[in-house]
């Protein structure tokens, strides 16, 4: 390798540090997604030709690494020590004045405020600049080590900026913004999993996976509040420290950071914070409030599981007792039957509430919860609040027991709950609470876009008997339209003319629209991309389907059984003869990779899957999730497993990472 070669390499690896810093710690991109990809594809090259190169803080790790069967111990050199609590002025007075006792002083005390997250404690170690070890804080003393997990998170740097210390402990916390908390339970629930009560127990079970390719995709980030060890820098004040990891390149909260000059001026500011508590992006729960001083931090030293410098002011809890008044059924598009508690209105941290999620018969049944009973309810990283608690002791023995149901309770059809999943589905494809669902998802903005068609014209439509399925919006006209209670004329125009704009959606949103059970917006746009038109996909059968990478048995089986339906294949016929025709998409075909199958398997160090899929892609190949006999090579990396005894097995080529990469380039046009 000439040291030309390994000269670039660093060069990239620091000129992509940096742009991920500024992108994801400081929110202040310099350059384009695509300049971005250009850097990271060169850094490819360079670890292709010399694998030794893709080093532990190389940018190309961040997709994840070989799963663990178990997380090991760590021990943390300083012990993580946990926060006294104060739950109002009394105490938080009380905490100022020992502090002050403890120092005999009388004079006001310089405190640091810092918002205080509901997230996950994490410790992160550098050595000479690099990320080493990460860990859980566990009970103080020993956590779990999770460094292929903290690796992924892209606002966690792998290098420090210099000049840093020779070593570095760092405290953070890991949290989900509540937007994406939300966004990553709707793309469950589609799935069919079950979703996470809160952004604090989503971000805990994303961190906590054996395969950190599972963490990669969840959208987690991390503010770093303290120091453990230090080798290397003199620091004389919490806030100097704050500002200082903020310049070695991690990612601290100084703007919601408050200086407090004495006691008055903390409890000022906590209820500022209190105030915004609920515009904030992210969960808190608190403030911490801790003496800047850090001689005089050292002074006033430690309990045995507390410092005396440092307490968590905690909110008031988001919660309130109330009675579970009723216990209703909803049906969703797909079937999906989940529980809602119609609870007695009752205001939680400043909301009226009069519902709460159940999510399904797995939380009822470990709640025990009956209708008739006084319950406890919480806000947390959601609008609809959850049921935490039963207050057993409050019954009197008129509650009612709530028992799975057998029959749809809108269309008394079967009521089944399939293997593996958590959720009973309605199996009446005439159901009028799915039809409703599913014209309201065609009509939706992401699928085919029906302008105005919302929830109180399609209640109409389905009362006044207009429409059975999806295909019949395509046939109203004026006439069906005067039904409608407050249509005039324009309004009615407009709706109609919407309809009609609809006919020639591109093919994925038509896809996404017919609501295939597991096939979102993503993987619409994937089968569009290798069919090229509904006829291609309806006629695809289960081993063409498996055959592209990303697609799984279950969501193969979706797609055939979809089409094999009578009921969907005499829609799909209304639609066509009614205009709705799809746009088709150019296939992706006509490369040198033409017809060939590549599956890759085992640890990717040079390149990830996605990035793998599009390389064969962009020659006209196709990436499949396993190995059959028509994948004409398989492509190795580090630790393969059954994939690879498969394909010895069959006789199909085997490909190094390496080896790939030079196919690749070698049929990439001049």
Same mark, same amino acid.
């Given at each position: ?5 390994? &000269? ?200 906590? &996976? ?244 919302? *929830? ?44 009609? *704009? ?159 990469? &030079? ?8």
């Amino acid at each position: 390798m000439a040291f030309s070669a390994k &000269q670039r390499h660093a060069e990239l690896c620091a000129e992509l540090h940096h742009h991920n810093h500024l992108y994801h710690v400081l929110n202040r991109p310099e350059i384009s997604d695509t300049e971005y990809d250009r850097l990271f594809r060169e850094l490819l090259d360079l670890e292709k030709e010399d694998p030794q190169l893709a080093t532990a803080d190389s940018p190309s790790r961040r997709v994840g690494a070989t799963p663990l069967t178990k997380f090991p111990q760590y021990q943390h050199a300083l012990p993580m020590l946990s926060l006294e609590n104060a739950f109002n002025e009394e105490e938080l007075r009380e905490f100022d004045a020992r502090v002050r006792r403890f120092l005999a002083t009388d004079k006001q005390i310089d405190y640091v405020c810092e918002m205080k997250l509901d997230g996950v404690a994490v410790e992160l170690v550098y050595r000479n600049g690099r990320f080493e070890t990460g860990s859980t804080r566990g009970n103080g003393l020993v956590g779990e080590q999770i460094t292929e997990n903290l690796r992924t998170l892209p606002s966690v740097p792998l290098v420090l900026q210099a000049p840093y210390p020779n070593l570095l402990d760092v405290r953070g916390e890991v949290y989900m913004d509540i937007a994406d908390f939300r966004k990553l339970n709707r793309d469950r629930e589609e799935e069919g999993l079950p979703v996470f009560a809160n952004p604090r127990n989503a971000t805990a079970g994303s961190l906590r &996976q054996l395969d950190s390719r599972v963490t990669a995709q969840r959208p987690l980030k991390i503010f770093c509040y303290g120091l453990g060890r230090i080798d290397g820098a003199q620091l004389t004040a919490h806030t100097e420290a704050l500002e200082e990891l903020q310049d070695w390149g991690l990612r601290v909260n100084l703007a919601e950071t408050h200086m407090a000059k004495g006691i008055e001026e903390v409890l000022t500011y906590f209820e500022e914070v209190s105030s915004q508590r609920e515009t904030l992006p992210f969960e808190i729960d608190g403030v911490v409030v801790k003496v800047d001083s850090l001689a005089l931090q050292r002074e006033l030293g430690e309990k045995t599981r507390t410092p005396r410098w440092a307490i968590a002011c905690k909110f008031a809890p988001r919660q309130a007792e109330t009675v579970v008044e009723d216990i209703q059924l909803q049906v969703g598009r797909t079937g999906a039957i989940t529980p809602v508690a119609h609870l007695r209105p009752v205001e939680v941290s400043g909301v009226m509430v009069s519902r709460a999620s159940l999510h399904n018969w797995d939380e009822i049944e470990r709640l025990g919860i009956r209708i008739g009973d006084r319950v406890v309810v919480e806000r947390a990283g959601d609008v609809i609040p959850d049921v935490v608690k039963v207050l057993v002791d409050a019954r009197d023995g008129t509650e009612i027991e709530v028992t799975a149901p057998t029959l749809c309770p809108e269309c008394s059809s079967p009521v089944r709950r399939l293997e593996g999943e958590v959720v009973p589905r309605c199996q009446g494809m005439s159901c009028p609470a799915r039809r409703k669902e599913a014209i309201k998802h065609f009509a939706s903005k992401a699928a085919m876009d029906i302008d105005g068609l919302g *929830d109180r014209y399609i209640n109409q439509l389905l009362r006044l008997d207009l429409v059975e399925d999806i295909a019949d919006l395509y046939t109203l006209d004026q006439q069906d339209l005067d039904r409608f209670e407050r249509m005039g004329d324009r309004l009615a125009e407009k709706l109609l003319q919407a309809i009609a *704009d609809s006919c020639h959606r591109p093919l994925p949103r038509f896809l996404y629209a017919l609501g295939i059970r597991h096939v979102g917006v993503h993987l619409a746009k994937v089968l569009a991309r290798q069919f090229g038109s509904l006829e291609e996909l309806a006629r695809a059968g289960r081993e063409e389907l498996l055959a592209i990478h990303e697609i799984g048995s279950q969501v193969a089986d979706s797609v055939i059984s979809f089409f094999a339906a009578p009921h969907n294949r005499e829609t799909l016929d209304k639609l066509h003869a009614a205009g709705v025709v799809p746009q088709q998409q150019a296939r992706l075909a006509g490369g040198p990779l033409s017809g060939q199958t590549f599956v890759f398997t085992g640890a990717l160090g040079l390149f990830n899957r996605k990035q793998a899929q599009e390389m064969v892609e962009q020659l006209g190949g196709r990436a499949a999730g396993s190995v059959s006999k028509k994948t004409d090579y398989l492509v190795a990396g580090s630790n393969a497993g059954s994939k690879r005894d498969k394909a010895e097995t069959l006789g199909i080529s085997i490909l190094s990472e390496a080896e790939f990469l &030079q196919m690749v380039e070698k049929m990439k046009p001049s």
